[in-house]
């Protein structure tokens, strides 16, 4: 399996050096935690830093998770704690990245004059023939109420 080294027991990290007007952005960043130093230099203090931060992901992805079928932002907060995860977890960092991108890719297609042109054509099609399948069902059936209001 080739890692990017030559060396034996190196990894190399997959990191984006790509500058900005000499800055940085936030997806450009380095892989790996982002605890504070004095909680990296003792082990079993992070160990206990990095369970948290997945405890608390956790139930933030699975709060998510309820809302999706329910009214709410489900996938804000899916996202939210898959943020929380990668302040720790490289995984996470990288699932995010790729979900980015492909948000961005996504948003660009659609504001292709096109695709946008493209999709009001069938939105409209679709909404006329709606319209055209209520009518004929009113026509046909009528409105009828499901209760009585003359009997009461």
């Given at each position: 399996?080739?890692?990017?080294?030559?060396?034996?027991?190196?990894v190399a990290l997959a990191t984006d050096e790509t500058e900005v007007d000499g800055?940085?952005?936030?997806?450009?960043?380095?892989?790996?935690?982002?605890?504070?130093?004095?909680?990296?230099?003792?082990?079993?203090?992070?160990?206990?830093?990095?369970?948290?931060?997945?405890?608390?992901?956790?139930?933030?992805?699975?709060?998510?998770?309820?809302?999706?079928?329910?009214?709410?932002?489900?996938?804000?907060?899916?996202?939210?704690?898959?943020?929380?995860?990668?302040?720790?977890?490289?995984?996470?960092?990288?699932?995010?990245?790729?979900?980015?991108?492909?948000?961005?890719?996504?948003?660009?297609?659609?504001?292709?004059?096109?695709?946008?042109?493209?999709?009001?054509?069938?939105?409209?099609?679709?909404?006329?023939i709606v319209g055209v399948l209520l009518g004929i069902y009113l026509w046909k059936?009528?409105?009828?109420?499901?209760?009585?209001?003359?009997?009461?």
């Amino acid at each position: 399996m080739n890692t990017g080294s030559n060396e034996s027991g190196e990894v190399a990290l997959a990191t984006d050096e790509t500058e900005v007007d000499g800055v940085k952005g936030d997806s450009e960043q380095g892989l790996g935690s982002r605890a504070p130093e004095f909680v990296k230099a003792r082990r079993a203090l992070h160990l206990s830093w990095q369970v948290g931060v997945f405890v608390i992901g956790l139930a933030i992805v699975v709060t998510g998770i309820i809302l999706l079928p329910l009214p709410g932002p489900g996938w804000v907060i899916i996202f939210g704690g898959m943020a929380v995860w990668a302040t720790e977890f490289v995984w996470a960092q990288l699932v995010l990245r790729w979900t980015k991108r492909k948000v961005t890719e996504a948003a660009q297609r659609a504001l292709d004059p096109k695709v946008r042109r493209r999709n009001i054509i069938l939105t409209t099609i679709g909404l006329v023939i709606v319209g055209v399948l209520l009518g004929i069902y009113l026509w046909k059936f009528g409105i009828v109420m499901p209760w009585k209001i003359k009997d009461q």
